[in-house]
């Protein structure tokens, strides 16, 4: 099972919210734009790490979900979201 690292880039994001109807951790934030919620799928239970700062949100996962965030990012008009194997 792949680890791997999300990505949002705040300046790329325009809060249009195609990634959430793809991947459920993607939720909206405070400031409008997309963030990554690991609790926020009500079917699965994730465990994950967030960092969000007003650059990106950076979120690692280690769990068989890796296809739908690249649904997700493949979802994204903007292409501000990354995902990126970080390890076995
Ligand atoms: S689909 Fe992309 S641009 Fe739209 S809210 Fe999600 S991350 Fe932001």
Redesign the pocket.
């Known amino acids: 099972m792949p680890q791997y690292e999300l990505t ?1 880039e705040k300046d ?9 109807t793809r991947d459920p951790r ?1 939720v909206e934030g405070e400031d409008g ?2 963030t990554i919620d690991p609790d926020a799928d009500p079917v699965y239970d994730c465990e994950g790490t967030v960092t969000d700062t007003d650059e990106r949100v950076v979120a690692t996962f280690d769990d068989d979900r890796i296809d739908e965030a690249r649904q ?1 990012a493949a ?4 292409d ?2 990354v995902v990126r194997e970080v390890g076995e």
């Open positions: 949002v790329a994001c325009d809060g249009i919210f195609a990634c959430l993607f734009l997309a997700a979802a994204c008009p903007t501000a979201i």
